[in-house]
Structure formats: C-alpha cells, structure tokens
C-alpha cells in the first residue's frame, strides 16, 4: 500500500533552516506529482508547494517563494522541502502528499512539526 513517512521536523530560530524529506513507497514514485501541506495550530490545511512527476516544474504558494524549494529524487523514491528563513507563521505540521489527478490530494503521510521558535 501507498506509504509516505515525513522526516526533519525540529525546534529551530527564526531566520533557520530545515530540509523535509519524504520517503514514499508502495507505488510507482516516479509517476505522481508529489505535495507538501501544512496544517498551523488551530488553522486549517494550507497547501504549501507542489511538484511534478519528473521534477522539472515546481509551484509554490506565495508566503514561501523564494524562502522554500521543493524537490525529488526519483531514484531514491523520496521528496523534500528545503526551508529557509524560517518565520514564526512557518510553525506547522507538514504533511506530505500523493496527488492524483487533476490536483487532487489523494493519500497523505502522518506528518512532521516544525516549530520555529527563539
């Protein structure tokens, strides 16, 4: 079955960094685009960046442009979520997910937090 284990969530001060790691099995990981999704205390689900089965197009929400890349290896079956500038508004638990057809978020991994604190 489709398993997906996030990795990398830490204390960290404000201005850090962090790189998530995503490790996937129980499907063909070179074939699916491949999300991450943030959930802060109290809030709602937040889509955080998104990219394609090959790597090669990337899209992100606006608060993380330019602070936040994501990436792929498709030969290790793992994604990651390289963060910079860590904000207090960055503290969340990011979930990595499996997307299906058009955009739809269709299994999820259990979640790892980041907490960004002075």
């Known amino acids: 079955q489709v398993r997906l284990v996030e990795s990398g969530g830490v204390l960290v001060q404000p201005g850090g960094s962090l790189r998530l790691s995503c490790a996937a099995s129980?499907?063909?990981?070179?074939?699916?685009?491949i999300s991450w999704v943030r959930q802060a205390p109290g809030k709602g689900l937040e889509w955080v960046s998104t990219i394609n089965s090959r790597g090669g197009t990337r899209y992100y929400t606006d608060s993380v442009k330019g602070r936040f890349t994501i990436s792929r290896d498709n030969s290790k079956t793992t994604a990651f979520l390289e963060m910079n500038e860590l904000k207090f508004a960055d503290v969340a638990v990011y979930y990595c997910?499996?997307?299906?057809?058009?955009?739809?978020?269709?299994?999820w991994g259990q979640g790892t937090q980041v907490t960004v604190s002075s």
């Open positions: 997910v499996k997307m299906g057809n058009s955009w739809s978020f269709d299994d």
């Open positions: 129980g499907f063909t990981f070179s074939s699916y685009w």
